[in-house]
């Protein structure tokens, strides 16, 4: 079992809708998380760090479940801007994994 | 202002050359990482580098060796390419791990390997 776990989609969403992407991790001794965010195999980037408390960043939500061992993203009043690759990471103290990706597509 | 430099961008090989993949950062960090992505496989780690000096093995490092040369490089090697080893190739680094704001990933444009 890998890892990192995501549905890798792709997830075809209308303009304007709320898209919610879950991901779970294996190894409870994993200490920090965040979201990614890649287009069209460049670089990944960093979209938002995901704080136990949850936090929000514009149209972005992200949420921790430790007990459960999973993380969330959700987006609202998605742009077709939004359309991209959605990577779950999870680190360790200095090893850091990624989950394989969730597509999304914006329809317009 | 040049973060993470990698090189190549390009490159091909034929089954059983060696090259060795070159990162360096410029932001005085300790963690160094090397990452493949192949289609629907999202990145996967081949080996990092918490500090200078030392190096560990992530999910698949069969195939490859790293060096960390110093502080601010961490090469990729592969002794003797096969085509399953075509893919796309990021190096990242990363602050010393604590506040997650020191935990963002900074990663390098990557290398498209072909090995034919």
């Known amino acids: 079992r890998k890892e990192v776990e995501q549905d890798p989609g792709p997830f075809n969403v209308p303009e304007g809708a709320t898209v919610a992407f879950n991901c779970t991790y294996s190894?409870?001794?994993?200490?920090?998380f965040f979201w990614y965010r890649q287009d069209c195999r460049k670089e990944p980037k960093l979209l938002m760090s995901?704080?136990?408390s949850g936090n929000e960043d514009g149209r972005f939500t992200a949420q921790l479940n430790r007990a459960s061992q999973y993380i969330s993203l959700l987006i609202r009043d998605s742009k077709l801007s939004d359309s991209a690759t959605y990577l779950c990471?999870?680190?360790?103290?200095?090893?850091?994994?990624f989950g394989k990706g969730t597509r999304l597509h914006i329809l317009p | 202002n040049a973060g993470v430099t990698q090189t190549p961008k390009f490159q091909v090989l034929k089954t059983g050359q060696s090259m060795t993949l070159q990162c360096a950062q410029d932001?005085?960090?300790?963690?160094m990482y090397w990452y493949r992505q192949d289609p629907g496989m999202g990145l996967r780690l081949i080996y990092y580098?918490?500090?200078?000096?030392?190096?560990d093995k992530g999910e698949v490092p069969n195939g490859y060796n790293v060096s960390r040369l110093n502080k601010r490089e961490f090469s990729l090697r592969l002794e003797s390419a096969a085509p399953s080893q075509t893919s796309v190739y990021f190096c990242?680094?990363?602050?010393?791990?604590?506040?997650?704001?020191?935990?963002?990933?900074?990663f390098g444009s990557g290398t498209q390997l072909s090995v034919l």
């Open positions: 990242a680094s990363r602050g010393s791990p604590g506040a997650l704001s020191n935990e963002k990933l900074f």
């Open positions: 190894n409870s001794a994993s200490q920090s």
């Open positions: 995901v704080y136990s």
């Open positions: 990471v999870v680190n360790r103290g200095d090893k850091i994994i």
């Open positions: 932001m005085n960090h300790n963690s």
């Open positions: 580098s918490a500090s200078e000096g030392t190096t």
